[in-house]
């Protein structure tokens, strides 16, 4: 089942902000992202928001959430005001795809007519490899889209085969090529490493794969066995074995030396792009402490130190906008070393680092030790940034704690 909403205070019933947030938002980057709850079937190591056919029942359906979305954009403009228009649109699921192309096109008129698309804006959707075509990529250009980023996982059938992904091995690189051939310049594959099973001449075939496909951008996440999950079930039956932390380095380090070696170049510690115009730019938006409007069925949101989150279930969500009022389930209010952690936690992630300065007297200390152990890189430290070195990568998390 999808993973628990955070504890927080009540939200109102509005979805009003406080005028320190609002004041503030229009200092930084601004974007929308629109959550997308449905799937086909359930991954057996998933566990977002999101719901199968069979799971939902009759209680809601493509054209109820559809609905639902434009009314929450429209009380996103209300509440926003005279901020800026999205910079960035990223449309997440659950499987997007399968809207089909008129419904993704619905989704971005809706924002459009609502908060507005600022000139040259980002505009990513998520898609599934089998539900897309040569068809489908063309219209999706042509409604506006800029940018697309596909699930392919592995280029291994037993490994896609214990992930329980119903997409061919080689599906995801043919999708690949037909969005470009529909006139997208950046198009992502994601991929997962440390699957049960997955020896390192399966996850060299995925990135010899993924290399022949052209794209300037990939994204690779070490599989994690969330609670609650099939996967998580059948570790803790000893069907499968759980990953090893030593394997899984060595699965990062495989993975950062083929991309590197063939020209792109990690910009955070999961992604890696061409060049500056190939990142995800609303991705940075997160690493970087920006601000976003969460559209959707437990879509989180952050608005100047402002954070909240949407009911989880869409038939509620779509039940709460139809009587005029905010399907935020719950929200905080940053503290200025809430803050502080936060961008610790994520800035450092980057590429470019952490500006030494954020630190306190105490971390700083401990960010000379970390560069003499080797996790950051004492030629940036010197310069005023902590920066991870590739050792740093692999500890990122430790660095964080020993920097906060």
Known sequence: MPSVLPDGDPAPSDGSLPVSALTSAGRRAFGIYVHVPFCATRCGYCDFNTYTPGELGGSASPASWLTAVGQELELAARVLGDAPAASTVFVGGGTPSLLGA????????????????????????EANPESTSPEFFAALRAAGYTRVSLGMQSAARHVLKVLDRNHTPGRAVAAAREAAAAGFEHVNLDLIYGTPGETAADLALSLESVLESGVDHVSAYALIVEDGTALARRVRRGELPMPDDDVMADRYEQV????????????????WAADDAARCHHNLLYWRGDNWWGIGPGAHSHVGGVRWWNV????????????????????????????RTERVLLELRLAEGLPVEVLAAPARLEAGRAAGDGLLDPGALAGGRCVLTPAGRLLADAVVHRLT
Do not use: Q
């Not at 590197?260 to 992604?271: D, H, K, P, Q």
């Open 256 to 271: 950062d030396a083929a991309l590197v070696a063939a020209g792109l170049r990690w910009y955070e510690v999961s992604n």
């Open 312 to 339: 989880k279930h869409p038939a509620r969500y779509a039940g709460l906008l139809a009587e005029g009022l905010s399907p935020a389930a719950g929200r905080e209010t940053l503290t200025d070393a809430d803050r």
């Open 102 to 125: 008129d419904g993704l096109g619905a989704v971005l008129d809706l924002v459009r007519s609502t908060v507005g698309l600022a000139p040259g804006a980002e505009v990513t959707t």
